[in-house]
């Protein structure tokens, strides 16, 4: 079984929703990145999404563009972050990975190697935000004979392409909490509790909310209604204020403390 499956299922039988950070890897470099894998799953993390920087996102808000800018000048390819997933391993880390990148690298690479180092990389899903369902039948081929599971965006305004969207979903389903691009919110779209309960209605994966939850408070309310709760931006907002003392040998512990506290504090 697929890890990720089995992460769901544990925290099904547990009563529990899955805690699912994202990090843009490579920021500010690879040991760095792992260091923070391994406090995040340290402060609860269940399963982790590794954001491959790209230059034209279409999805990202500004704190995971510079976030991207800062770990592209530093040369990280989808390769490099693949690699970083193995090295976590390495070091004891136990949740399953979750790729989130935009088509253009997957093409890059090239779709025969990229599918091979998914596996030989022990990659448990993969996001392609960029990628329409309509054109996302050879992926899914090929994500599912290689036992990765293609996770689907759904949105408020999927509507009609709802159900033709979650068909073919494996994984999870990732619901999309707000209009318009990733980044820390106060307050959320009236419909998104309507707009989950529908989602749960069409699919017997489990449900993840994310786009723009950033508190305690937002984790718990979705947690209630929600198989898996993610947040991103405020993660990774979080290491670019911690620049300065990852930076420096003598506060590095600092930096990394600060980002498990904050991380710990979302679960409560």
Known sequence: MNLM???????????????????????????TTIDIIKELERAGADILEL??????????????????????????????????????????????????????PVLQTGLDVFFDELVKHDISGLIIPDLPIEEAADIRRRSDEAGVHLVPLVAPTSNARME?????????IY????????????????????????????TDLPVAIGFGISSHEQVARFSRICDGVIVGSAIVRQVEETLPLLENAA??????????NFVAQLKG
Request: charged share 25%; glycine share 8%; hydrophobic share 40%.
């Open 164 to 172: 033709q969207i979650l068909s073919g979903a494996r994984g999870f």
């Open 5 to 31: 499956d089995q992460t769901f299922q544990r925290l099904k039988e547990q009563n529990r929703t899955a805690l699912m950070p994202f990090l843009t890897a490579g920021d500010p470099d690879v040991n």
């Open 51 to 104: 954001g491959v920087p790209y230059s034209d996102p279409l999805a990202d808000g500004p704190v995971i563009q510079r976030a991207s800018e800062r770990a592209l000048k530093s040369q990280i390819t989808i390769h490099t972050v693949m690699d970083i997933a193995v090295k976590a391993r390495e070091e004891g880390v136990k949740i399953p990975f979750v790729l989130f990148t935009y088509y253009n």
């Open 175 to 202: 619901c999309v909490s707000s209009l318009g691009v990733t980044g820390e919110r106060a307050s959320f779209f009236d419909g998104v509790e309507k707009f989950i309960e529908t989602v749960k209605s069409l």
């Open 251 to 260: 506060t590095r512990e600092a930096g990394l403390l600060q980002i498990r």
